[in-house]
């Protein structure tokens, strides 16, 4: 097995640290958000404001919180809600009043309320629980909230180092996250508490690259129990 960290040192690593995948990137454009993601956020929100008159967004490893601000500044409704979570901190300046950026880690920060939409764009790369990142997501969602992120299978591993492979393939579709793996993509729609059946035993930091090009991070687990057992 690879030497293994915990949470508190992998944030601190350079790989974490240092990494770039998400600091400028806007809302639209070829290398936007609703691009990256295979949705149109704008649309999205539009809609739903329409109906509800009310939105919360919740954008996990948001980098700059650019795409954020754009999204306020183009919607400008009154009823819309953005929320930014990074671990750097080193967000875009003239924040609009709709947007709230945070410097923490997602791995300790808990929401006071749920959200319409959690967005994670190549966040998870980097994160050392990454099962534990999607059950949280699952948690915070609205009753009828959509989650989407890009996630790549390969960076889940199990603790003899090979990938999670069909036992993980078949945990998400057992809680109910999609996931598509010509895109990498995972998405789930609503709130659901979700157990997965391995035991998170830490992070390898020295992974290298993924199919980004940008080194990532592999986080090792362990069978708890058998698939569809309680």
Not at 57 to 69: I, P
Not at 134 to 146: E, H, I, N, R, V
Not at 205 to 224: C, D, F, K, L, M
């Amino acid at each position: 097995m690879a030497e293994l960290v915990g949470d508190g040192r992998l944030e601190r690593s350079s790989v974490v640290a240092n990494n770039a995948m998400n600091r400028t990137r806007r809302l639209a454009g070829r290398d936007g958000y609703s691009r990256v993601l295979g949705l149109d956020i704008a649309a999205l929100i539009t809609a739903r404001l329409a109906e509800a008159g009310t939105f919360r967004w919740l954008d996990l490893c948001c980098g700059s919180g650019k795409a954020l601000v754009d999204a306020a500044r183009a919607l400008n409704a009154t009823g819309l809600a953005i929320t930014g979570v990074d671990l750097a901190g080193y967000f875009t300046a003239d924040v609009p009043a709709q947007v709230d950026l945070l410097t923490t880690s997602i791995t300790t920060w808990t929401p006071t309320h749920s959200f319409d939409l959690i967005t994670c764009v190549h966040g998870l790369h980097y994160i050392g629980d990454k099962l534990g990142a999607l059950a949280k997501a699952a948690s915070w969602l609205a009753a009828d909230g959509l989650f989407v992120a890009n996630f790549d299978t390969s960076g889940v591993r199990l603790s003899d180092g090979s990938p999670g492979g069909r036992r993980l393939s078949a945990a998400l579709r057992q809680t109910g996250f999609d996931y598509d793996a010509r895109n990498r993509r995972i998405r789930r729609e609503g709130h659901a508490t979700v157990g997965f059946p391995f035991r998170y035993l830490g992070a390898d930091e020295r992974a290298g690259p993924n199919y980004t090009g940008q080194p990532a991070v592999h986080s090792y687990y362990e069978i708890s129990r058998s698939l569809g057992s309680s």
